[in-house]
């Protein structure tokens, strides 16, 4: 108390008083400044994605491509782009999907930034999936023919897929799954061979039967008989992309 009533006291008390408000003013901007930061690189991601898809148009409707294929329009962007793994600044991946009404005419979409979030789910579980097919087969030419997981990448960060026995049930994202709100991204897969899940498919033994995948938003489940399912593929008005099978031609 006496300290308090001398000039030091209370020149201490103020120093401590404005550190405190310092650190209130830092804390209460953290949430302002990852919003902004998250908006920029979206807005990044929009205009290098505008851009290649007007250089794509422009290029189609002078020259044409020889066959039309999602081949010729990714190498294109590839070079007026000066690359394609970075096309997305914030390393989402970049899918080029043919449109329904144009057959020739291709779309070029972040999955990582695109605004319709069951398009995004859809072409992630796709890319994800055809990661699993590739790094299954590899495992099993050395000699693991049922591996416990599977690596895979997604947006540049690394994940793992894991083996079931039967369907794990997904209905939804995993933010709104219980047991599942703070996993993210999840994938699971099923063997024939493994177990019974798939013993009838008339597929040979280490082939994958079953793929499910969520994000936070939605989810893609695939099984040999009943092509893909789940809410992404639920409720889809207003797109003018394919959607009902496998959409994606080229990922990066």
Not at 17 to 30: C, F, G, N, W, Y
Request: hydrophobic share 35%; with cysteine; aromatic share 10%.
């Amino acid at each position: 108390m006496k300290k308090l009533h001398n000039s030091r006291g209370i020149s201490w008390l103020i120093a401590i008083m404005l550190v405190l408000i310092i650190i209130l003013a830092i804390a209460s901007m953290i949430p302002s400044y990852l919003k902004y930061r998250e908006q920029a690189k979206r807005l990044a991601c929009g205009t290098a994605l505008d851009t290649a898809r007007r250089q794509l148009a422009s290029n189609f409707m002078l020259n044409g491509f020889e066959n039309g294929s999602a081949e010729e329009a990714k190498e294109f962007v590839t070079f007026v782009m000066n690359g394609w793994d970075d096309l997305c600044p914030d390393g989402g991946d970049v899918y080029i999907v043919p449109k329904v009404n144009s057959p020739l005419d291709w779309e070029i979409i972040c999955g990582l930034h695109c605004s319709d979030s069951r398009l995004r789910t859809r072409l992630n579980a796709y890319n994800v999936r055809e990661q699993l097919r590739e790094e299954l087969l590899k495992q099993q030419n050395d000699g693991n023919p049922y591996p416990e997981t599977l690596p895979f990448t997604l947006h540049h960060r690394k994940y793992t897929a894991v083996l079931v026995d039967e369907d794990v049930g997904l209905k939804r994202g995993t933010k709104t799954t219980m047991g599942m709100e703070d996993a993210g991204i999840v994938a699971f897969y099923s063997l024939v061979g493994h177990s019974d899940f798939g013993a009838d498919s008339g597929l040979k033994d280490g082939k994958m039967w079953y793929f499910a995948f969520a994000d936070e938003d939605h989810c893609a489940n695939w099984s040999y008989h009943d092509e893909w399912t789940g809410d992404s593929y639920r409720n889809v008005t207003g797109t003018d992309y394919l959607y009902t099978s496998d959409v994606v031609i080229q990922r990066g």
